[in-house]
């Protein structure tokens, strides 16, 4: 199976700051990975697909870039909203695989 | 509008079968993959399994002897089985839509807690 191992596991932020998730697979997954942020008592929502294209709806102040085994999630101009957990997977192979989290906190 | 609601018993005893139901609205499930995802409490998401469109099935190897995954087009519902449960598996479990059967989860449903125990 592959890992994902995502990083850090909780993030403390303030309002208007710029904040980066990353995630790192195990093998290559060919771009094959996408962003949910999952806000508490709710199900998670799609972010970001193919690495790096926004998901219909989702603010343009979420980005997504890397290639390879390296990836990671950028949020500009955090906002009180942002407050959440992302995960990162990877849907290259099965069985699709989950990073472990990170929780954004406002500071 | 895309939508997806799992129901079925909140309370399973140890060794039993979960059976779940995922009924979907908006969309086809012989258009869709269906995937089952699980979050165990204040843990991180694993993937279950999938039934695609053509109605042919994908399950995570490490539950694969204990799952079935099925559907119903005419009643638009999903059905996941589970057998030999154990206090682990006690999770929320979410179904979800694949966009064009990629793997990327572009609508999920609000989950249903399941908890194990005697």
């Known amino acids: 199976d592959i890992q994902m191992t995502q990083s850090p596991a909780s993030l403390s932020a303030s309002l208007g700051e710029t904040v980066t998730i990353e995630c790192r697979a195990s093998?290559?997954?060919?771009?094959?990975l996408a962003w949910y942020q999952q806000k508490p008592g709710k199900s998670p929502q799609l972010l970001i697909y193919n690495a790096n294209s926004l998901h219909t709806g989702v603010p343009s102040r979420f980005s997504g870039s890397g290639s390879g085994t390296q990836y990671s999630l950028k949020i500009n101009s955090l906002q009180s909203e942002d407050v959440a957990s992302y995960f990162c997977?990877?849907?290259?192979?099965?069985?699709?695989?989950f990073g472990a989290g990170t929780k954004l906190e406002l500071k | 509008q895309v939508q997806l609601k799992e129901s079925g018993p909140g309370l399973v005893q140890p060794s039993q079968t979960l059976s779940l139901t995922c009924t979907v609205s908006g969309f086809s499930l012989t258009s869709y993959t269906v995937s089952w995802v699980r979050q165990p409490p204040g843990k991180g998401l694993e993937w279950i399994g999938a039934i695609w469109s053509g109605g042919s099935t994908d399950y995570n190897s490490a539950l694969k002897s204990r799952l079935s995954i099925s559907r119903d087009t005419s009643k638009s519902q999903v059905l996941l089985k589970m057998n030999s449960l154990q206090t682990e598996d006690t999770a929320i479990y979410f179904c979800?839509?694949?966009?064009?059967?990629?793997?990327?989860?572009?609508?999920w449903g609000q989950g249903a807690s399941v908890t194990v125990s005697s």
């Open positions: 093998e290559d997954i060919y771009n094959g």
């Open positions: 979800t839509r694949e966009a064009g059967g990629t793997g990327v989860m572009d609508a």
């Open positions: 997977q990877q849907y290259y192979d099965y069985p699709y695989t």
